[in-house]
Antibody, heavy 120, light 111 residues
Framework: QVQLQESGPGLVKPSQTLSLTCTVSGGSISSGAYYWSWIRQHPGKGLEWVGYIHYSGSTYYNPSLKSRVTISVDTSKNQFSLKLSSVTAADTAVYYC????????????WGQGTLVTVSS | QSVLTQPPSVSGAPGQRVTISCTGSSSNIGANYDVHWYQQLPGTAPKILIYGNNNRPSGVPDRFSGSKSGTSASLAITGLQAEDEADYYCQSYDSSLSGGVFGGGTKLTVL
């Protein structure tokens, strides 16, 4: 059974960079068909796809966030990471990592989510 | 503003049938990309409910079913139970975004 676990600071100051890591267990991040995603949910709101990465390093980002987002993968640690720069209060959200079979596939495994608050 | 449009809320009495619609466009649902549905209970991550338009993962009751036509999709829940009270989200792929897109979510209240 694949499990995903997010980790990182729960509080980030405005204008700084939000950094989160997702550790994958019970399966290999190098599984060729899978894409590894970050999805966020603003408090009381719906889900927003942030971006995803393939173990080969190919990345795809939500155009609305593209200028501030970087997703990377570390196959040796079975982890992938999110960096979101120049954050504002509007980036306060629960951030989930999730996996999908293919870019158009459904998200079959999810982390529990981590709340990141942007505040001074 | 979500790319896929869902009603904010639906409600029904125990035992009744409800449907939740999901409307997209020619770059997502209308482009023949699959639609998937998730159930989210308070404080938890979404859970896949229907994948590939009308397929149920093991463990999901057959009271839940999905359909798709043109640029829209629907989730139907029959024999409503109190435990079905949750938020429901549709999801597809959008070729113009090159990524996943979600509906805004629908809150189901069991009266």
């Amino acid at each position: 059974q694949v499990q995903l676990q997010e980790s990182g600071p729960g509080l980030v100051k405005p204008s700084q960079t939000l950094s989160l890591t997702c550790t994958v267990s019970g399966g290999s991040i190098s599984s060729g068909a899978y894409y590894w995603s970050w999805i966020r949910q603003h408090p009381g709101k719906g889900l927003e796809w942030v971006g995803y990465i393939h173990y080969s390093g190919s990345t795809y980002y939500n155009p609305s966030l593209k200028s501030r987002v970087t997703i990377s993968v570390d196959t040796s640690k079975n982890q992938f990471s999110l960096k979101l720069s120049s954050v504002t209060a509007a980036d306060t959200a629960v951030y989930y990592c999730a996996s999908s079979l293919g870019r158009g596939g459904f998200y079959d495994y999810w982390g529990q989510g981590t709340l990141v608050t942007v505040s001074s | 503003q979500s790319v896929l449009t869902q009603p904010p809320s639906v409600s029904g009495a125990p035992g009744q049938r409800v449907t939740i619609s999901c409307t997209g466009s020619s770059s997502n649902i209308g482009a023949n990309y699959d639609v998937h549905w998730y159930q989210q209970l308070p404080g938890t991550a979404p859970k896949i409910l229907i994948y590939g338009n009308n397929n149920r993962p093991s463990g999901v009751p057959d009271r839940f079913s999905g359909s798709k036509s043109g640029t829209s999709a629907s989730l139907a829940i029959t024999g409503l139970q109190a435990e079905d009270e949750a938020d429901y989200y549709c999801q597809s792929y959008d070729s113009s975004l090159s990524g996943g897109v979600f509906g805004g979510g629908t809150k189901l209240t069991v009266l």
